[in-house]
């Protein structure tokens, strides 16, 4: 842990400019106001609130944030304490560090499931249960749900490393069809992000993954198809807990050993 009782009280112009460009960059550009060394922004898209400090120009800087969830998820060294009222705080070494962090922190806050699913029942209160109203449904789901999977995974498969939005593809990893809520259908922990060939394979259980994120493939997989998802060159996903538990499930019903 990083003790931020060191950080400063007032900052200099252009460090004060730094850490106000970290927020506001990211989405978080309601403020500043500043307390006990933190410099406090929200977001009028994103719930909760971010606070910045630093220690001098060459830092460190610090990132300290209320949403638990993000917290969670967020791979970042903590750092004590954080700022009132906030749920944890994070160090970072240098600027673009805490750049990237603030982003990521944007990113998660709207894409993890509170948002996405008060957004489908905002958009789905006026349909009935007709047929042709139910497909409506499905439709507005599925894309609420990709949207946010494109937002959590910064439009970037993890595997592959493909940004094309025309080749990526939002992969449930318990089917929309057999979830037990609408909930869990637009819950991030339970979709990758995926390109076209891996969603594909993943889809039909040809391939699932294990609980460091690393591929097992079914011995139905060919190797031509082997040979075409490049599986020697694979990354492994960075999983939650979440996202484990509806791996488990995955292996157990989709995965053709």
Known sequence: MIDTAARLDSYPFALFSELRD???EHGFRIGPEQANGWIFFRSASAPGE???AAVGNNGPFFLSITHSGVARELAAEPAQPS???????FAFSTRDALFEAVGD???KSISLPTLPLELFERETAHLGKTEAERVEIVRIGQDIFRKALLVYWNDTCPITGITDSALLRASHIIPW??????ADRLDVHNGLLLSS?????????????D??????????????????????QAAPLLLTSEHRTRLAWHRVNLWQR
């Open 22 to 24: 970290a927020a506001n």
């Open 50 to 52: 971010v606070a910045v």
């Open 83 to 89: 700022a009132k009222g906030h749920i944890a705080a």
């Open 105 to 107: 922190v944007y990113r």
């Open 177 to 182: 069809a057999r979830c037990e809520s609408d």
């Open 197 to 209: 060939l891996w969603d594909a394979a993943f889809d039909d259980g040809l391939i699932t993954f």
């Open 211 to 232: 609980d460091e994120g690393r591929p097992i493939v079914s011995s139905n997989l060919t190797n031509a198809a082997i040979a075409a998802l490049r599986l020697d």
